[in-house]
């Protein structure tokens, strides 16, 4: 495992950990990057309008089409750097 798949590994653990839980954007957030770091781009078609959150996760995952496996993985260490460092 690389280094970076290491670190994205310990983030998600990290994550959990906080004190206090992150916004609403910011957890969409690292949502998206997990999944675009996991999967790769979105697929499938797009959740109905009653389906709010399920609708919100699709809308903001697929705003990382063609991001990078690997960056998509970095930003969401940082994301969580960032996180843990406001916790404080």
Not at 22 to 46: C, I, M
Not at 54 to 69: E, N, P, Y
Request: net charge negative.
């Amino acid at each position: 495992m690389s280094d970076l798949a290491n670190r994205f590994q310990v983030a998600q653990n990290e994550v959990v950990e906080l004190n206090e839980a992150p916004d609403v954007q910011t957890k969409l957030k690292l949502y998206a990057l997990y999944k675009q770091a996991s999967e790769g781009d979105v697929s499938g078609e797009r959740p109905s309008a009653i389906q709010f959150v399920a609708q919100a996760k699709f809308d903001a995952w697929s705003k990382l089409a063609g991001v990078a496996r690997e960056q998509a993985m970095q930003d969401y260490v940082d994301l969580v750097e960032q996180l843990k460092a406001n916790d404080a």
